[in-house]
Nanobody
Framework: QVQLVESGGGLVQPGGSLRLSCTASAGTLAYYSIAWFRQAPGKEREGVSCTSNSDGTTYYAGSVKGRFTIYRDNAKNTGYLQMNSLKSEDTAVYYC??????????????WGQGTQVNVSS
């Protein structure tokens, strides 16, 4: 059983940066690919990025490519999402998930509780 806890969300101005963290308080994240999803009010949850545990391949949604960077530190049992050049449309609740890299939600076995990111001036 893996328990995921996200942190690092908050309020930031457009053009600013945030780093989200996803720490496994129980279980070992190294066995799983780590993904970040987000859900804005009135919208479906969408995949943002994923990093594979098997070969380190990273995947990004087109809307965040070049602005967001996903990485992991297995020694700290933590995954990260560095978000730069934030835009108002990035406002959402961000969730981390552990499983197999896919845009499909059902490919992930474990989810965090979510952290709110608000991009506003």
């Amino acid at each position: 059983q893996v328990q995921l806890v996200e942190s690092g969300g908050g309020l930031v101005q457009p053009g600013g940066s945030l780093r989200l963290s996803c720490t496994a308080s129980a279980g070992t994240l190294a066995y799983y690919s780590i993904a970040w999803f987000r859900q804005a009010p009135g919208k479906e949850r969408e995949g943002v990025s994923c990093t594979s545990n098997s070969d380190g391949t990273t995947y990004y949604a087109g809307s965040v490519k070049g602005r967001f960077t996903i990485y992991r530190d297995n020694a700290k049992n933590t995954g990260y999402l560095q978000m730069n050049s934030l835009k108002s449309e990035d406002t959402a609740v961000y969730y981390c998930a552990a499983g197999i890299c896919s845009s499909r939600i059902d490919y992930y076995d474990y989810w965090g509780q979510g952290t709110q990111v608000n991009v506003s001036s």
